[in-house]
């Protein structure tokens, strides 16, 4: 059915599109999930892996014997290579690189397969570790399956989808190898986790040897222990009560004797307990490796010698440890992780092997799912944190536009008062001509603010002063009152500018009388904070800011606030041509707000504007304008050019 609103062409590229998509997510999870199972396959049975590997290398002459290091390594390597290419594939990370080393995997593979399937060279591929045995033939059409599919998704490769974020992919790439590698090691160290094999704990022999059934394994129903004379005691040993037990080695003369007196001691216990205590050797051993290994260990027990593969799938350890109680299996170890003899008898109570499948599979499964899923669930929080910041910044920037974005020129101590008309007078045709999409203030000095307040359009450019005295009126030569400057015509003075607070050592005492009475005249106060360049590098900005703050206004109420306009200017930054990055107005925009929002409340924070000042110019101030809580800038050198303040001005369009 076609989907509404989508007609003809748009309808198919979209249905294409949503079929692709389902395509290449049904290949990726199959691919994906037949490379985690094989790798984590291998990864529980790497030494059961380890003999198949061998036998590849041995039918093409370069046997290693199952012992290299080499062969321990590899083994290691093809579980962790597989596992981990099946989780980044499931989880759609780093995909150029997975599916690049897919293809090449895939594609040698299926080489060596279809090799095989063509030669007979070994009987089991091992692609599922000793857990699944598969015939060439099935191992080939597998393979060939995969190729495709993999081809597939390499094709079609952006429909993979990321199913955890590129910040923390390694997370979870991390958790993955950190458990592929724990489970090969540990398997290695001890026993598999879980056993695949004939002789698993449970297993009744006694009855797969007398009464075997058409799915019982050959191992078993074939299984002969000869004494040293050649006389055949399966049948004896299986049918006796109590307990046997049976120590496996099934290359004696690389056995590990690092554990003898503790399976000495456990032999004096089948001793003292009158059960039997055997070892167990391939048939093909000679007298002397049995007798070196006797030397080795001190060990006076008798030998039994079986088929290799029957030792092999007994336990995967040299030597290791089977008890067979009543005909049945009951426990196996390792010779690194052999039960404690303390007691008098030791049994399956002990036993530190693991079960079968069914029993081992969903632990070993919960292991590596629950931590996944902890850190796919962290990352999806995240995002979501991510998220709400988002929507924050979008709050802030709408409260923004709420807020007053302003322009002010700081004309210092320059222009003649013709040179200063004649620069009011071009700016104002230039805004006439295009007008500003933000308030524009220009602050000059005290002999300019009366004509310059009779050519402008009072409209579009407000007028200030730079400074005002800290004194209503009298005796004070030389100064000007904020009653003088709000009758020439200005609406606003800036105050608190850092080169009043350092050459003419305004206080913020001062600076708090300026304040009222600027506010009490009905002039709108520009007031400037900052730091200069030590105390920055000291980490003190904040501090410093709020000081100035909390001095000059904090006594102000909330009404009187709405005529406050705060200029952040880094002494550090202002005439020097050193701008604060965007990053650092912004940071400190927030911080101020917040100072103001804690003192006089989230409202008339959220309804302050905030200019940033300190070498703005046409080139970087539509960078720091755009910041949420910069709401405009202080402009000096700058503001003494119509081209440049003009420039500054359109940042806002
Ligand atoms: C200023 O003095 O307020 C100022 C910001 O100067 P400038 O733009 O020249 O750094």
Redesign the pocket.
């Known amino acids: 059915m076609r989907s509404s609103g989508l007609s003809g062409w748009a309808w198919v590229k979209t249905d294409l599109r949503r079929r692709r998509l389902w395509a290449v997510s049904l290949c990726r999870v199959v691919v994906a999930l037949t490379l985690v199972v094989s790798g984590f396959l291998k990864a529980v049975d790497p030494v059961g892996m380890r003999a198949k590997v061998d036998a590849y290398l041995t039918a093409w002459g370069l046997g290693l014997g199952v012992d290299s290091l080499l062969l321990r390594s590899g083994v290691l390597v093809l579980a962790v290579l597989e596992f981990m290419m099946g989780v980044q594939l499931l989880l759609g990370m780093r995909r150029r690189l997975t599916i690049t080393l897919l293809v090449a995997f895939q594609t040698v593979m299926t080489a060596l397969t279809t090799y095989l399937f063509f030669t007979d060279t070994v009987e089991d591929c091992g692609c599922f570790g000793t857990a699944l045995t598969l015939t060439d033939g099935q191992t080939l059409l597998k393979n060939v399956v995969l190729l495709a599919m993999i081809f597939f998704i390499s094709r079609h490769g952006r429909y993979v989808i990321r199913l955890v974020s590129e910040r923390r992919q390694w997370l979870a790439s991390l958790t993955s190898l950190c458990y592929v590698v724990a489970l090969t090691l540990m398997a290695y160290h001890t026993l598999p986790a879980i056993d695949f094999g004939p002789y698993a704990v449970g297993t009744d022999l006694r009855q797969a040897y007398t009464a075997p059934d058409a799915d019982t394994p050959a191992l078993l129903t074939t299984l002969c222990l000869e004494d040293e004379n050649g006389n055949d005691l399966t049948d004896s040993l299986l049918a006796s009560k109590g307990k046997t037990c049976l120590l496996t080695l099934p290359r004696p003369q690389k056995a590990d004797d690092g554990s003898v007196d503790r399976i000495n001691d456990i032999a004096d216990i089948a001793a003292d307990s009158a059960f039997g205590f055997y070892a167990v050797v391939p048939q093909q051993t000679v007298d002397a490796e049995v007798s070196d290994w006797k030397d080795r260990s001190g060990g006076n027990y008798p030998t039994l010698k079986a088929d290799p593969a029957q030792i092999d799938a007994m336990v995967r350890s040299n030597p290791g440890l089977v008890l067979i109680e009543d005909g049945k299996v009951c426990g196996k170890w390792s010779f690194n992780n052999l039960p404690a003899t303390g007691g008098e008898h030791f049994g399956a109570s002990q036993n530190t092997a693991a079960g079968r499948p069914h029993e081992a599979l969903p632990k070993l499964v919960m292991w590596y799912i629950i931590p996944l899923l902890v850190v796919l669930l962290l990352d999806r929080l995240l995002i979501g944190k991510k998220f709400y910041q988002h929507y924050i910044l979008r709050q802030h920037l709408k409260t923004k536009t709420m807020r007053k974005k302003i322009v002010a020129g ?1 004309w ?1 101590m320059n222009k003649t008062l013709q040179e200063g008309v004649a620069l009011a007078e071009e700016l104002n045709n230039v805004l006439a001509a295009d007008k500003p999409n933000c308030d524009v203030v220009i602050c000059t000095p005290f002999i300019h603010l009366a004509p310059v307040a009779g050519i402008i359009n009072a409209e579009v450019i407000g007028l200030g002063a730079e400074n005002c005295a800290d004194k209503v009126s009298g005796a004070y030569t030389g100064e000007v009152s904020a009653a003088m400057v709000k009758s020439t015509g200005a609406q606003y003075v800036i105050l608190g ?1 850092s ?1 009043r607070r350092a050459y003419y050592g305004e206080t913020a005492e001062i600076l708090k009388e300026k304040v009222n009475l600027a506010l009490e005249n009905g002039l709108k106060v520009i007031f ?1 904070i900052g730091e200069v360049l030590e105390e920055r590098e000291s980490g003190k900005q904040n501090d410093v800011v709020k000081a100035q703050l909390e001095g000059s206004l904090f006594d102000l109420s909330a009404e009187q606030m709405s005529n406050i306009i705060l ?1 952040y ?1 880094p002494v550090w ?4 041509g050193k701008t604060a990055t965007a990053e650092q107005a912004e940071e400190m925009h927030a911080f101020i707000r917040g100072v103001m929002a804690d003192k006089f409340g989230a409202e008339v924070a959220e309804n302050l504007s905030i200019l940033y ?4 110019k046409p080139s970087n101030a539509k960078e720091i304008f755009a910041k949420p809580n910069v709401d405009g800038g ?5 503001a003494l050019k119509v081209a440049d303040f003009k420039g500054i001005i359109d940042a806002w369009k």
């Open positions: 700081n210092k500018h080169e400037c200029a200017e930054a202002i005439g020097t000042g300190g070498s703005c202080l402009i000096g050198g700058a």
